[in-house]
């Protein structure tokens, strides 16, 4: 007959079960092994029982089932080949069938760990592997912002791992994302912060400071997302109320205010202006209404 086999072990448990694991014995009885035979009994029991039929398992692991809670059992091993068993190899202790629970937690890779920058028009994945028992709850948020509004934001989460994928995202994408986790052994989150390097957002409380026949002088502020760039200048432009064509009066102009000239007497304009990054030229503000060139 074969060895005993090696370095019997519990490996995991539920309230109802035990996951064991060995390795083949050092010695085959100079046939090959055919199975296992695994047996167990409760620690203040004489009586082992016969947990499985040794032809049906060859591999060297198995999970005794049908377990009672607060009760404390024995397990062993035994080698079969076609000349006969081996001798028993037991699991060294007393164990109990409980549930092992871990607090979640998160792996973020080093790209996770620091910012993450992503040019514009590409896909965003926030792949996160994770660890819980039971299963952490998995919520993906974002400060300042309500993810639900994202049209084309997807979230897959499965017991080991969660990803949240934005295609051809853009700069309003940009900002912290939060993943958190929980389940009955604790809680814990971990921000994401995500750079987008894009155009900028609009400039921001356009107005138009003072007005006489011939000029007005418009002041506004900085846009509040600068695409992951400094605002290198700005872009001015007018138009006649009544027309829906932009006329360019300044393309680089470097403050946050500008004096248009050369309007008409008695005409109605509007006013618009664009941030320009290392991107590109960004989206435009425009005044809330029309103004008239009057003294």
């Not at 074969?2 to 035990?18: L, N, R």
């Not at 958190?180 to 921001?204: A, C, F, R």
């Not at 002041?219 to 006329?247: F, N």
Request: hydrophobic fraction near 35%; charge should be positive; proline fraction near 6%.
């Amino acid at each position: 007959p074969p060895g005993p086999p090696a370095f019997p072990k519990v490996v995991d448990s539920t309230k109802s079960s035990i996951s064991l694991s060995w390795t083949k014995p050092a010695y085959d009885g100079g046939c090959e092994i055919i199975g296992y035979l695994v047996e167990c009994k409760r620690a203040d029991s004489e009586n082992w029982t016969k947990c499985n039929v040794p032809k049906k398992l060859q591999a060297t692991k198995f999970l005794v089932k049908g377990l009672m809670d607060d009760t404390e059992y024995q397990f062993r091993i035994i080698a079969v080949n076609k000349i006969g068993f081996s001798e028993p190899s037991e699991v060294p202790g007393n164990h109990m069938a409980k549930d092992i629970l871990i607090a979640p937690e998160a792996e973020l890779d080093a790209d996770l760990r620091k910012a993450l920058v992503l040019r514009a028009g590409v896909t965003m994945r926030l792949y996160v592997p994770l660890r819980g028992r039971p299963a952490p709850k998995v919520t993906w948020t974002k400060v300042d912002a309500n993810l639900r509004e994202r049209q084309g934001l997807l979230i897959q989460t499965s017991e080991w791992d969660t990803l949240l994928m934005i295609e051809n995202i853009n700069r309003y994408d940009a900002g912290k994302y939060v993943l958190s986790l929980e389940n009955s052994s604790g809680s814990k989150s971990y921000t994401i912060v995500v750079k987008v390097l894009d155009s900028p957002g609009p400039p921001v409380n356009l107005i138009v400071k003072e007005t006489s026949k011939s000029h007005a002088c418009i002041t506004w502020d900085a846009p509040l997302i600068d695409g992951g760039s400094p605002v290198k200048s700005y872009i001015v432009e007018k138009r006649l109320a009544e027309r829906k064509a932009w006329t360019c009066v300044s393309t680089d102009c470097p403050k946050i205010s500008f004096r248009i000239t050369n309007l008409e007497a008695g005409q109605a304009y509007c006013f618009r202006v664009l941030a320009e990054n290392a991107y590109g030229i960004g989206e435009g503000c425009e005044t809330a209404g029309s103004v008239r060139a009057s003294g």
